[in-house]
């Protein structure tokens, strides 16, 4: 009885962290920019929701400016044509 239930409860685990580590993975945004903050940008969505994305690539940041059309994904920001 003992190592069934371990089982079980290794099994719980094991599905737990996958669903947190897919959770976690390949975040997507697109929107505009409504501030820049050190790493860390101000974007409004097209259905007028605000969020805050960390930026990883500070690099990217350098061409970037409040009003433009921006996508991050996984902290990489690229500047998107009209």
Known sequence: MGMKRLIILLMAAIFMVSVVGLSC???EIKGTVSKIEGDKLGIVDDKGN????K???????K???VGDRVLVKDGRVTKEGI
């Open 25 to 27: 993975s390949a975040q």
């Open 50 to 53: 605000e969020k805050t994305v």
């Open 55 to 61: 930026v990883k690539d500070l690099e990217s940041l």
């Open 63 to 65: 061409e970037v400016k």
